[in-house]
C-alpha cells in the first residue's frame, strides 16, 4: 500500500516540475525617431519568446512595419490587436510592448510605411537565427 502514495507523490512531483513558470521575455527596446530605427538591425532567436518595447521618440507618428516578420512568428494574444497589416502604429510620444515568439529563421525587412520615412532612412531588419 506504500508503494500507491509514493508513486502519486512522484508523478505530482513530476508535474510541477513541468508546469513551473516559464521565464520572463527579454526585453528588446526599440526608438522610432524621426527616420531611423534605433537598433536598425535586431538580432533575435527562433524559439525564444521576446517583448519588443516600441517607443515613437519623435514629436510625430512612425510605425513598425514588419508584416513578413510577424506572419513567420507568434504574437501573445493579448498584443495582436496592436498590430493592423503587419505594422505597429505609434504616435509621437507614445510606447507599445508586443511580447513575440519568431518561428521561422530568415532576414525580414522593417519600414516606416508613412509617407516618405523610408525613402529618407527609416528602415532595417530583423534577423532571426
Sequence with gaps: MKSVPLAIFALLSVAAAGAQAQ???QTVNV?????????????LKAGTTYRLHLSDDAGKGHDF????????????PEDQAKIKDGAVD????EAADITVTPQKPGTYPLTCTHFM?????MSGQIVVQ
Excluded at 31 to 43: C, E, G, K, M
Excluded at 90 to 93: N, T, Y
Excluded at 117 to 121: A, D, E, I, L, R
Design 65 to 76: 512595419s514588419a508584416p513578413e516578420f510577424f506572419a513567420a512568428s507568434a504574437v501573445a
Design 31 to 43: 526608438s522610432l525617431t524621426s527616420y531611423a530605427f534605433t537598433p536598425s538591425t535586431i538580432t
Design 117 to 121: 520615412h523610408s525613402m529618407m532612412g
Design 90 to 93: 505609434l504616435e509621437g510620444g
Design 23 to 25: 521565464p520572463a521575455p
